[in-house]
């Protein structure tokens, strides 16, 4: 990705970025972006090759990047890899904590509840499995907490800095099948507001994106049927978009670079921005 590509000219030279949840389709996006406007960025993943393999992208077109493999609900892990990070950049002054999720475990079959609920037919509420869910408030919670708790120190020593949690259009709107992972992000959105808070003045601005329908690796099953054609699921998203589309990861920079950037949001903190195509704002009439 190159500067000229971007939605918005955002300077961030001289700034160290960290980005978790790297590997994925959205920070991976991110991270090239934040990249093109000079940041040095360090991509964060459970997955070391998934995060290098983008690393090596954001190098290829001129960019400062680099690869680390973490767990961000591995307290240990995640000074390790900070302590690196300062080695090979310096000091962290923005953070994107896109690690997140939703687990299968967690998935309901039925969008309402039945007699057939206890007959074990399907997988129903009921039948949730409590790891799953765990997982998911884990993953969600803990894994914001944790990167929050460890690269902020930067930022209070700075007295400044930017970070950018990814919440949900689920946080505004729960979305049946899925309650834990929607639970998760209302609380990913609160903690926003609360970290918005107590870092304000420490010169640390905390903000989240609230994205709503994206096509992923991790809601595919949800919204394509084996043969690529959408979903029932998918049908009534699209008839619930004003905008009458999925997103597209490019939807997200402009936003994402506009929370970044200080001289343009500057005074802009605690807030939980959607960026759904109109999906929280539609009533269904």
């Known amino acids: 990705m190159k500067k000229e590509d971007l939605p918005i000219n955002a300077d961030l030279t001289g ?23 000079g940041a040095k960025v360090a991509l964060l993943d459970l997955s070391f090759e998934k995060a290098d393999a983008w690393a090596k992208e954001i190098e290829k077109d001129g960019g400062t990047a ?38 299968p475990k967690a998935t309901a079959d039925n969008e309402e509840s039945t007699p057939d609920d206890l007959a074990k037919k399907y997988k129903s509420f009921f039948d949730l499995d409590t790891s799953g869910i765990q997982f998911v408030f884990n993953l969600n919670i803990l894994g914001t ?5 460890e690269f902020a120190k930067d ?18 709107r729960p979305l049946t099948k899925i309650p834990a992972y929607s639970a998760a992000k209302a609380g990913v959105s609160n903690l926003t507001e609360w970290l918005a808070v107590y870092f304000a003045k420490s ?25 690529g ?10 008839r619930s978009t004003p905008m009458g589309r999925l997103g597209q990861v490019g939807d997200l920079l402009g936003a994402t670079l506009f929370l970044l950037n200080d001289k343009a949001a500057g005074f802009i ?5 959607p960026i759904d195509g109109g999906f929280n704002a539609y009533s269904g009439v």
């Open 155 to 172: 930022m209070v020593l700075a007295q400044k800095g930017e970070i950018l949690n990814i919440s949900s259009m689920n946080a505004f």
């Open 15 to 37: 700034q160290v970025a960290v980005v978790t949840g790297a590997g994925g389709l959205i920070c991976s996006a991110i991270s090239e972006a934040l990249a093109a406007c």
């Open 269 to 273: 903190t605690g807030v939980i921005l």
């Open 145 to 149: 907490i944790l990167p929050t708790q």
């Open 203 to 227: 010169g640390i601005r905390v903000n989240a994106i609230a994205p709503g329908f994206f096509s992923s690796a991790q809601n595919k099953a949800l919204l394509w049927n084996p043969d």
């Open 229 to 238: 054609t959408p979903t029932k699921r998918t049908e009534k998203i699209l």
């Open 66 to 103: 680099k690869a680390y493999g973490c767990n961000v609900l591995d307290q240990d892990a995640l000074a390790k890899t900070h302590e690196q990070i300062k080695k090979d950049f310096g000091p962290v002054s923005i953070l994107v904590n896109g690690a997140g999720g939703n687990s």
